[in-house]
């Protein structure tokens, strides 16, 4: 890809030509002009000649692919930038690769700081279990360590951590050799984290946005709360991504709203909502997660953080001050709870006023026929990570572990969202799993249970425009005249239209019906390389020799 030598500049106006343009304007776009931030033409080669003599800059493509930029409507931004800078223990394949990753961090690393770490998860070790505290204590040679599982609902730490949150062991969720759960978990994750200094989480901030716009990211929702983060933590961010360039940050702050003054407070902290990672239950992996009937592998039906007429009062106070509500819900019990306090709060305040708020539910993955009414109903947007299906689905997979075959094969059902008309935005959760849309998009694409399969297309559209309309927003994450320019620039192989049904495929490649193409994304191939990341028209991520 080739272009001008000439200068940036804020209000630079660049037409960019010789590609593939993804755009409903023109499903065979092949050149976009870009002015004071936002698109301002798309087209065909020939017309693009009339804007040559009249722009500042002439980006040739070179045959690459030009989409809107991607969002992530799920990222814990910190944690995911300390993973990257840490002790990284998702590729462990036992329990002693794991160890022995810890005492190797623990060695090039200086004494006396809290050591951070994150990814391990236990059922792809043979050992099957959890480091125990003693082995724990051993590998990190007397070092206070913070391992949070994968879904990051429960921890591995060591007896020098435990000695920094003073009656710990008397705390719900407090376990003398396992991992620590609920309050004893948050205690030491907040122990932990307050080890951390202003410098270092700064840097894990840019080192997260950074990554995240070399992977054709422009927007991250940040997902914090006083049981995930801190205020610090969370208004430092949003400052720093206000006074940077990289991608765009909205954020959620996970805190109960009772009141104008409670709403108030979400506000001034540079919350776009009182939502996200605001606990229902916890996670299928950590047996936290809240279910109906008892777990196949362990004879409980997990943890519930919030009832319906806790929910319902959060949503009835949100809605009446015009703030978005949400909440994390991932088993078949905390939905029923979500859609049942969110009908209740309808029934209060008017189900339009209800449905105008878009209040959005995070992960929901064990959803049922009713509950997938309810979200339709009342306008809940289903905020989901595809990645969790490819890492823990299918016959051989954890949620097989937890809940049996059979329930474990009507979670994370896309089709029937689909079908039903419930507004999906795409996610990570990273650093549960790693920041990657296209990946994303392939695991949406190739669910491990085939009839809840969706188009590439329609998971596209789910991680561009659908984190867009999850913040309220319509006018954007889409190539047309006036939206944002906030774009991605991609070397790929041939475009093609891939839908679970063929004759659906076959007849959108038809020039007839005026799809655009997408990137293979079937598995084995090689997913797209980011050449470009440009958020508001300026770029924030030039690909290295490129």
Not at 192 to 215: G, K, N, T, Y
Not at 395 to 421: D, F, I, S, V
């Amino acid at each position: 890809m080739t272009e001008s030598t000439a200068p940036q500049s804020e209000h630079r106006t660049v037409l960019l030509r010789g590609g593939d343009v993804h755009s409903p304007a023109d499903p065979f776009a092949t050149a976009m002009v870009v002015e004071r931030g936002h698109v301002a033409w798309v087209g065909s080669e020939g017309a693009a000649d009339a804007f040559a003599s009249g722009v500042d800059e002439v980006i040739d493509l070179e045959g690459a692919l030009v989409t809107p930029a991607f969002t992530d409507a799920h990222v814990h931004t910190t944690s995911t930038g300390l993973a990257l800078t840490g002790l990284d223990l998702s590729g462990a394949r036992t329990l002693g690769d794991a160890l022995a990753r810890v005492r190797a961090h623990v060695a090039a690393h200086p004494a006396g700081r809290v050591v951070l770490g994150h990814g391990w998860d236990a059922t792809r070790w043979p050992e099957q279990r959890p480091p125990s505290r003693a082995e724990l204590d051993e590998a990190a040679a007397g070092r206070p360590v913070y391992l949070p599982r994968i879904d990051v609902h429960s921890a591995a730490v060591t007896t020098a951590l435990l000695d920094l949150v003073p009656g710990v062991t008397a705390m719900a969720g407090y376990h003398p050799e396992g991992p620590l759960t609920g309050a004893a978990h948050h205690a030491v994750r907040a122990a932990a984290h307050d080890a951390v200094s202003p410098a270092q989480r700064a840097e894990a901030q840019r080192a997260a946005l950074r990554h995240a716009a070399s992977l054709g990211i422009g927007t991250v929702h940040e997902c914090g709360g006083p049981d995930i983060s801190d205020e610090e933590d969370f208004t430092g961010l949003l400052k720093l991504a206000a006074e940077q360039p990289g991608p765009r940050v909205f954020g959620y702050w996970a805190q109960q709203v009772a009141d104008e003054k409670d709403a108030r407070r979400i506000r001034e902290l540079g919350a776009v909502g009182a939502a996200g990672d605001l606990f229902v239950d916890g996670s299928l992996g950590s047996h936290t997660a809240c279910l109906h009937e008892p777990y196949a592998d362990a004879p409980h039906t997990g943890t519930a953080h919030l009832d319906a007429g806790q929910i319902a009062a959060h949503v009835v106070a949100c809605t009446e001050a015009g703030l978005q509500a949400g909440f994390h819900a991932i088993g078949d019990a905390a939905l029923t709870a979500v859609v049942d306090g969110v009908r209740t709060a309808a029934e209060k305040v008017g189900l339009a006023r209800v449905r105008a708020a878009r209040h959005r539910v995070e992960h929901a993955e064990m959803l049922t026929p009713e509950t997938v009414a309810a979200f339709a109903e009342l306008g809940l947007t289903a905020s989901v990570q595809p990645a969790f299906d490819a890492a823990w689905g299918g016959e051989e997979g954890m949620y097989a572990q937890r809940l049996g075959a059979g329930r474990a094969a009507t979670l994370n059902p896309y089709a029937a969202l689909l079908r039903a008309g419930v507004p999906l935005a795409f996610g990570s959760d990273s650093p549960v799993t790693p920041l990657d849309p296209w990946g994303t998009v392939r695991a949406a694409a190739f669910h491990r249970t085939l009839e809840h399969r969706v188009s590439v297309r329609a998971g596209f559209t789910a991680h561009t425009r659908g984190g867009w309309r999850a913040v309220g927003r319509d006018d954007a994450g889409t190539l047309v005249p006036g939206a944002p320019a906030d774009y991605a620039v991609w070397r790929t192989d041939q475009l093609v239209v891939q839908a679970p049904d063929d004759r659906v495929a076959r007849w959108s490649t038809d020039p007839r019906s005026g799809t655009p193409g997408l990137p293979d994304l079937s598995p084995g191939a090689d997913l797209p390389v980011c050449l470009r990341t440009v958020v508001l028209g300026q770029t924030v991520y030039v690909r290295p020799n490129e």
